[in-house]
T-cell receptor, first 112, second 116 residues
């Protein structure tokens, strides 16, 4: 069964304290691994897509990496405005419908 | 671009009443998805349309749920009759045709449904 698991569920950081969020996936033939940011009361906002192991993408203080079993979202010197829930999702190769399998998310709180 | 537009933003209804949620996808996007988000189950796909045709409705909880997409610019998700366990945030998302990059969906702001 296709599955995506994120850890930790919640993470509290001091401003400037770098850390990483983990996304482990078990899917049949990964076609893409997606990262989203979700603020309270809003829909998920697209951040990155990774397609193959070894790929990396960066945006401001965020960097996403991908291996054959997991993805990491590295947050460097976070600021309070980075506080949000971060979701990862996998697009299985068995799915021709574009169906994404979402993890439960990691809620990040950055304190000033 | 106004993005994916959902209405209403909030809906409070009594158990047994009919509820209709609405979605306008991004112009040019040919795939539309309805998701439901709860604390317990996270984001769950309910139904997926491609070129206005329902492709995968395996996530629809039961016959009380139905979805339509009469044209490329409008979709509805209907719950009849509604029950308290249907309380959740319902998201609509759209995606561009294949070949334009396998990038992520664009989500709407969601409809928060409360059934009392």
């Amino acid at each position: 069964e296709d599955q995506v698991t994120q850890s930790p569920e919640a993470l509290r950081l001091q401003e400037g304290e770098s850390s990483s969020l983990n996304c482990s996936y078990t899917v049949s033939g990964l076609r893409g691994l997606f990262w989203y940011r979700q603020d309270p009361g809003k829909g998920p906002e697209f951040l990155f897509t990774l397609y193959s192991a070894g790929e990396e993408k960066e945006k401001e203080r965020l960097k996403a990496t991908l291996t054959k079993k997991e993805s990491f979202l590295h947050i460097t010197a976070p600021k309070p405005e980075d506080s949000a829930t971060y979701l990862c999702a996998a697009h299985p190769g068995s799915s021709n419908t574009g169906k994404l399998i979402f993890g439960q998310g990691t809620t990040l709180q950055v304190k000033p | 671009d106004a993005g994916v537009i959902q209405s209403p933003r909030h809906e409070v209804t009594e158990m047994g009443q009919e509820v209709t949620l609405r979605c306008k996808p991004i112009s040019g996007h040919n795939s539309l998805f309805w998701y439901r988000q709860t604390m317990m189950r996270g984001l769950e796909l309910l139904i997926y349309f491609n070129n206005n045709v329902p492709i995968d409705d395996s996530g629809m909880p039961e016959d009380r749920f139905s979805a339509k997409m009469p044209n490329a610019s409008f979709s509805t998700l209907k719950i009849q009759p509604s029950e308290p366990r249907d309380s959740a945030v319902y998201f609509c998302a759209s995606r561009s045709p294949p070949g334009q990059g396998l990038y992520g969906y664009t989500f709407g702001s969601g409809t928060r449904l409360t059934v009392v």
